[in-house]
Structures are given as C-alpha cells and as structure tokens.
C-alpha cells in the first residue's frame, strides 16, 4: 500500500537556524513527488514537483531534494514568515489521487 | 489569472442535513479533484473527476457524490451529514492526471 511518513511532526527553529524536514514513502512506480506549503485554515500552497531520484528544486530558502525512498526540505537561514505546515505527497502507479503525509509543523521564533 | 476558488468559505450543518460544495478550477484545467482534511492530519483523496465523469474514488461512502460541469467547474454533495464529516474540503485542479495540482483555499464544514 502506497504510504507517506513525514519526520519531525513539528520543529522549532530560531531564525537564521538551517534544518530539513524529511519525507519517506512507499509507492509503486513513482510518478511525481509534491511538496506544499500550508498556513492555518488555508488550502496547501504548491512548492516542487521531483519526479526521479537525485533531482532538485530550489526556491528562495527552500530545497528538496529526491531519493529513491525519501525526500529532504532543506531550509536555510529560515525566517519567521517560513512559519507553515509543510506537507508531502507522492502520486504513484495507475492511481491519480495525491497521497499525504501528516505534515511538519515549522514554528521560526526571530 | 485566478486560481481555484472555492464557495462557501465556512458551513454550519446539522447531523443528518445535506450539503453541497463548489469548486471553479485554476484557467486550462481540465481534472478536479477533492480531498478532506481533518485536523493535525494530510488531505485524503475523495474522488477525481475528468471530461464529466468521476474517474477514480478513495476510501469514501456513497454519501459523498459529485459533479463536474461542461465549463469544469465542480460540486461536492455529502448527504446524511455525520458529526465525523467536519473537516476543510480542499478542490484541487491540475491539467492533467501527471501534473501538479492546485489547491483552492477550502470549504471549513462544521457538524452539529
């Protein structure tokens, strides 16, 4: 069964404080693997598509990164408007529906 | 260029009431999809329409029905509401089953 693990549930950073956050999924013949960005009551703001291991996206502080079993949020020098869930979800095999996982909660205290 | 709008923001129901949801996808896309999102948790797949048709289906009961219209707009219905059914009910629409999708700002569904 397709799954998706994202690691930590939440982290506190103190601005300027560079960390990851980590997704690790399980799915048959990956076809795409999305990050989004989430802010309390609103619908997930899209980030990065990577579709084969060893690519990367880059957007302002923000990078992901693939493997062929997991994906990194790489945030460098985060600010406190970086504050957000950040959610993970894979679309794999014959299937169209978007797998999640639960989200990182991102607290970055100035 | 909007994106996916959503209606009505907020709902208030009462168990066994019916509820419909809309959605009007981001310009040249032609799939919606809806998921629920309860509290602290990841959006669940509900179901994916194209070309008029519901083209897959999570996990859901028959309760949840819907629709997509000629111009792609879409309708969530949840009959026989559920204390349970509270949730953000995101319409998401990509151009296609391989692509990004995109998210609407949601409708917050509260059951009494």
């Known amino acids: 069964e397709d799954q998706v693990t994202q690691s930590p549930e939440a982290l506190r950073l103190q601005e300027g404080e560079s960390s990851s956050l980590n997704c690790s999924y399980t799915?048959?013949?990956?076809?795409?693997l999305f990050w989004y960005r989430q802010d309390p009551g609103k619908g997930p703001e899209f980030l990065f598509t990577?579709?084969?291991a060893g690519e990367e996206k880059e957007k302002e502080r923000l990078k992901a990164t693939l493997t062929k079993k997991e994906s990194f949020l790489h945030i460098t020098a985060p600010k406190p408007e970086d504050s957000a869930t950040y959610l993970c979800?894979?679309?794999?095999?014959?299937?169209?529906?978007?797998?999640f996982g639960t989200g990182t909660l991102l607290a970055v205290q100035p | 260029d909007a994106g996916v709008t959503q209606s009505p923001t907020h709902l208030i129901k009462t168990r066994g009431q019916q509820v419909t949801l809309r959605c009007s996808p981001k310009?040249?896309?032609?799939?919606v999809s809806w998921y629920q999102q309860a509290l602290g948790q990841g959006p669940q797949f509900i179901f994916q329409?194209?070309?008029?048709?519901?083209?897959q289906r999570g996990n859901f009961p028959d309760r949840f029905s819907g629709h997509q219209f000629p111009n792609y707009s879409s309708e969530l219905n949840v009959n026989a509401l559920l204390l349970g059914d509270s949730a953000l009910y995101l319409c998401?629409?990509?151009?296609?089953?391989?692509?990004?999708?995109?998210f609407g700002p949601g409708t917050r569904l509260t059951v009494l």
């Open positions: 998401a629409s990509s151009p296609d089953a391989n692509n990004e999708q995109f």
């Open positions: 799915v048959s013949g990956l076809r795409g």
């Open positions: 990577l579709y084969s």
């Open positions: 979800a894979v679309l794999g095999g014959a299937t169209n529906k978007l797998i």
């Open positions: 310009s040249g896309h032609d799939t």
């Open positions: 329409y194209y070309e008029e048709e519901e083209r």
